[in-house]
């Protein structure tokens, strides 16, 4: 039958060109990913997926929100920030840890319950 849909998997393979692996630099599901600069890239190289990209996260978004997003598999969604980032339209970092403040006060009080015990 023509104009029958080819299926997931053969749309899969089309946004990857076939790679299961994103080029460069590994990075993990929580990973940031940021749009560089305004986030509107006229190029007819760019599939609807990278525009969906571009526009979620010209606020900082985890990885796995992208894939969320799209709708797509993790390793699918990572060959796309791959070509992206390889392209200079996204920067994608390890997330940075909370600045961890010690409260000397809070010490004590702990300290001075469990003597209390």
């Avoid at 599901?29 to 525009?51: K, M, R």
């Avoid at 997003?69 to 339209?89: F, K, S």
Wanted: proline residues 8%.
């Amino acid at each position: 039958m023509t104009g029958e849909d080819p299926g997931p998997l053969i749309r899969l393979f089309g946004l990857t060109g076939g790679r299961a692996r994103p080029q460069g630099e590994a990075f993990d599901l929580v990973a940031i990913v940021t749009t560089v600069g305004a986030g509107f890239h006229e190029s007819s190289d760019l599939i609807p997926e990278h525009h969906a990209v571009l526009s979620l996260c010209r606020r900082p978004t985890p990885v796995a929100d992208v894939a969320a997003h799209l709708r797509l598999p993790l390793n699918i969604t990572r060959v796309i920030l791959g070509d992206l980032r390889r392209e200079g339209l996204v920067t994608i970092e390890r997330p940075r840890p909370a600045a961890q403040t010690i409260d000397e006060r809070i010490y004590r009080e702990v300290l001075h319950g469990l003597r209390s015990l």
